[in-house]
């Protein structure tokens, strides 16, 4: 089978351990073939586990968007008619739009593809909670057009979370829906939680994901601040890249309004074994979201051992079990998460359970031949469009 991936995903050369992991695993089901993005401004063409195309990262959305629409499309069609690809993977409704018109053109000129459309997340509205977008309204016409063109052309559907699956029965209610998480290098994490040590009322809270509005990082702040006279001890860490430069550097000026210089630590993004062992030591990881797809990072903090607090949005409530694994708050309500901190530093015995009961679960959650066996069915479903 030869299947070809699009989306905006960064990737680097070589490889990080995670994506080299990821497409060795889905080596086993055909030939992989993906058009992303680099990490950096130089366009690149190699070979490792998969046959990867990928665009310059510019340094503007709007340049990324227009240059990957421009080019996506040609790309894709390069490796069906070069390199044999009988299935395309779009990782949103959006970036479909790419796919499809390559599906259609590969048509026209005699060669069938099939096209699954993937969503991780909320197509409508997230965008729209990550910063500010000038001409709103525009960027929502376009984002409804690219998505009902590609939600047309798609052959299967894939979900992430219950939430993702609604949102595409609504759009594509007559298309196959294959339904399981995102990638992760679970066995970084397992092993961390292996050597998990509770710290008791001093320890660390922590949070990894982008610095975007949507990721309700302020609310967290502002929770975290409620509780430092009880407990002087405690810390904050932040990770995560500044997808949002304004809305990081508003984090960062909160956190010394309210006093907090020098308990609030922000660090990029890091490897997954790195991430995997802050995770581990810390006493409680939180996802204070107000929109998410399914937020991979919680079941990651659970494999490690670590209960997590999440915001009862998207597909968190599917892997959270309130007050059993961690809790489950109220999007924006930061009284709330301040309330399930100051529960989770008052009872270190409990939260320790909770941390084996979270440990356990996400061992179920995840694995990396469950991933492969679903993406077996979900190309299953897409090539039977083939022998029509």
Not at 279 to 303: H, K
Request: aromatic share 10%; proline share 5%.
């Amino acid at each position: 089978m030869r299947v070809c991936f699009l989306g905006g995903t960064r990737y680097s050369q070589p490889l990080e351990a995670t994506a080299e992991k990821k497409f060795r695993a889905l080596a086993s089901l055909g030939e992989m073939q993906v058009v992303g993005f680099a990490s950096d401004h130089r366009p690149r063409a190699f070979t490792e586990q998969a046959r990867f195309y990928l665009l310059p990262r510019l340094p503007s959305p709007a340049w990324r968007y227009a240059l990957f629409f421009a080019a996506a499309p040609l790309l894709a069609l390069w490796c069906i008619l070069r390199h044999g690809a009988r299935i395309l993977v779009a990782q949103s409704p959006h970036e479909g739009a790419a796919a499809a018109l390559a599906k259609i053109l590969a048509g026209i000129l005699g060669r069938k593809a099939a096209l699954i459309v993937e969503s991780h997340g909320d197509f409508e509205a997230s965008l729209f909670m990550q910063r500010r977008v000038s001409l709103a309204s525009v960027y929502r016409l376009l984002m409804r057009c690219t998505a009902r063109f590609a939600l047309a052309q798609a052959d299967a559907l894939r979900a992430v979370s219950n939430s993702t699956r609604r949102q595409l029965e609504q759009w594509a209610p007559r298309q196959p829906i294959e339904q399981f998480p995102t990638w992760t290098d679970i066995e970084a994490f397992r092993q961390a939680g292996s050597r998990k040590a509770s710290s008791g009322a001093g320890g660390t809270i922590l949070y990894a994901g982008a610095l975007i509005p949507r990721k309700g990082v302020h609310f967290l702040i502002e929770a975290f601040a409620k509780l430092q006279r009880e407990f002087p001890d405690a810390r904050l860490c932040i990770v995560g890249n500044a997808e949002n430069q304004e809305y990081a550097a508003g984090l960062k000026d909160q956190a010394l309004r309210l006093g907090l210089d020098g308990r609030v630590t922000f660090l990029d993004s890091l490897p997954q074994r790195q991430l995997a062992a802050l995770m581990a030591q810390a006493e409680v990881f939180v996802l204070p979201s107000e929109s998410e797809g399914l937020g991979r990072v919680i079941f990651e903090a659970m494999a490690a051992g670590t209960p997590a607090i999440g915001s009862r949005v998207g597909g968190i409530p599917e892997m959270i079990q309130d007050g059993v694994t961690g809790f489950l708050v109220p999007p924006g309500d930061a009284g709330a998460l301040a309330q399930r901190l100051r529960w989770i530093f008052q009872h270190p015995k409990q939260t320790r359970k909770m941390g084996k009961q979270a440990r356990a679960f996400a061992q179920e959650f995840f694995s990396p031949q469950k991933y492969v066996r679903h993406y077996a069915r979900l190309f299953h479903l897409a090539s039977q469009a083939l022998d029509r």
